[in-house]
């Protein structure tokens, strides 16, 4: 396993799917791209991952730790 991370960042679809993006530094990514999408239900801001399935994982529990501190359902 490599020691270098990348940076990934990701959002709950409205259809229930979880989608990774991989992060190059634009905060309009997870910004305005997605406030005021009816298809972005939560977002998850940029965060290190070692590999994609990583992050993937992390996203997925970000998104769970979301949506219960605020309820979403």
């Known amino acids: 396993m490599s020691n270098y991370k ?3 960042w990701a959002y709950l679809h409205d259809n229930g ?3 990774v993006k991989p992060w190059f530094g634009d905060h309009k990514d997870y910004t305005d791209d997605c406030y005021g999408n009816p298809f ?3 977002v998850v801001k940029p965060f ?3 590999d994609f399935d990583s992050a993937i994982d992390y996203a997925k529990q970000e998104i769970i730790n979301i949506l219960n501190e605020y309820n979403i359902r």
């Open 40 to 42: 972005v239900r939560v």
């Open 48 to 50: 290190e991952s070692e």
């Open 6 to 8: 990348h940076m990934f």
């Open 17 to 19: 799917k979880v989608i």
